[in-house]
């Protein structure tokens, strides 16, 4: 028992590792981890009784913070967009636009893909939904499996970092920054880390010219006519997105703005019904409800773990190593790439900011920046081999073929990610220019 109470805070985060890794939900595991040490801690004396009455309060808090008021918003917006099929027409217009280059459909994928930036907050739904929509399309003109099954797994990491993102809500709440701060942040390396997997794209068909598939061809007339299908979409982004940027409403009020807009579209193309509606909101209700029950949970456990020190003691540890910047941001890629084996992108990261920004906001980084070298780190953690949880999801959107080809067709993406965050690292200013600018 003594070795226990002297140990409790390693031991807790060695359990938390346990439970994840025998595959049980993350909430329930976070849950389950910080309740349990709790009572252990309070029954060998080694955390106060009050913690347990504090629970309510914490919980409390996190259900009164109306920015959280986002996330079923922008949601909602997202599967309504998709369940009434603008983006599969979306995706049909693009790829006629890029028709005639090799690998056009792919490329239109990662455009989609950034797009709908906000159709869901998890980054497997945002895989599959993408993946349902495109690799049929993909298959069906020739595109090799491998690069198929990679620019859908690299176009769903897209929707975490380009506004309106739900995960950048949560972090510019870790952060403790505005999120009209981030989604500044983010705009920038965003739309530059779009550009690199379309290179990446045009790199490997060049390389592979039978990757590509076939091409497109349209007349110019047809061109035009379906850029009609670009402008809802474009106009919901710049709705949302630009009236947060100009300052004229908070996230959540342009959240719900993106939702008005979204049914009057759907409305005005006739795809508006009951059945359409229903499934956009039960859909919404079981992505918040997740994200909401991961968010709780995740905040009881740091909870507990401050209280038994770990975080200062973590902290304190690192500082003493006397490490420079230039390390310290190295041993967090390496950090956040083992981690990305066995975590998903909400848990990996309410888990570990409390622990992280400390650290290196010390150091001298801003958080905005710290911010978004983050979320890129953290996707890329879920498509680097062997085990990152993307190439699994997007396995189990295939009928046939092994695990090798989605391994082969992500690391092009992965190494386009590498290069992001190097130019994030030597020129900070892609990230910070926005806020600075316009802050």
């Known amino acids: 028992m003594e070795f226990l109470a002297n140990n409790m805070a390693p031991i807790m ?60 918003f922008f949601t909602l917006m997202g599967l309504i967009l998709e369940r009434s099929g603008m983006a599969e027409d979306l995706l049909d217009t693009v790829g006629q636009l890029f028709g005639p280059i090799r690998g056009g459909v792919a490329i239109a994928v990662i455009l989609v893909g950034a797009m709908l930036a906000a159709t869901t907050g998890v980054v497997a739904a945002s895989v599959i939904s993408m993946g349902l929509i495109s690799l049929p399309i993909m298959l069906r003109y020739g595109y090799d499996r491998r690069i198929a099954s990679g620019v859908i797994a690299a176009s769903g990491t897209l929707a975490q970092i380009i506004p309106p993102s739900l995960v950048l809500i949560i972090l510019a709440d870790q952060l403790g920054r505005s999120v009209g701060d981030l989604y500044k942040g983010a705009f920038i390396p965003g739309f530059m880390l779009a550009s690199l997997f379309i290179l990446t794209i045009i790199i490997a068909c060049v390389l592979k010219p039978e990757w590509g598939g076939k091409k497109i061809y349209a007349s110019w007339g047809e061109r035009f006519r379906s850029l009609v299908n670009l402008l809802p979409p474009l106009g919901i982004f710049f709705l949302v997105v630009g009236s947060i940027y100009a300052g004229l409403a908070t996230p959540t009020e342009a959240a719900a703005l993106g939702v008005f807009g979204a049914l009057v579209l759907a409305a005005f193309y006739r795809r508006l019904s009951l059945n359409m509606l229903r499934e956009a909101i039960e859909g919404t209700m079981k992505s918040t409800a997740m994200i909401m029950l991961i968010v709780i949970a995740a905040a009881f456990l740091n909870f507990v773990m401050s209280a038994t020190g770990l975080t200062n003691a973590i902290t304190d540890f690192i500082g003493g190593l006397g490490l420079s910047s230039g390390w310290m941001l190295l041993v967090l890629v390496i950090f956040y790439l083992v981690l990305g084996c066995f975590m998903e992108t909400l848990s990996m990261m309410i888990t570990t900011i409390p622990i992280v920004a400390p ?26 081999p062997p085990v990152g949880m993307n190439l699994f999801v997007v396995q189990s959107l295939r009928k046939s073929g092994s695990m090798n080809d989605v391994i082969v067709g992500s690391l092009p993406f992965v190494a386009a990610m590498f290069v992001m965050l190097l130019l994030l690292a030597l020129f900070p200013a892609i990230a910070m220019w926005m806020p600075t600018t316009f802050g």
């Not at 911010?371 to 780190?377: D, K, P, R, S």
């Open 13 to 72: 985060f060695a359990g938390l590792i346990c439970f994840l890794l025998l595959g049980f939900p993350v909430a329930f595991s976070l849950g389950a981890c910080g309740l349990f040490f709790a009572v252990i801690g309070i029954e060998l004396n080694v955390l106060p009784e009050a913690l347990m009455q504090a629970l309510p309060l914490r919980i409390y808090g996190i259900m009164q913070n109306e920015t959280m008021l986002a996330i079923p």
């Open 359 to 384: 650290v290196m906001i010390g150091l001298g980084y801003d958080p905005v920046w710290l911010g978004i070298m983050i979320i890129i780190l953290v996707e890329a953690a879920l498509i680097t």
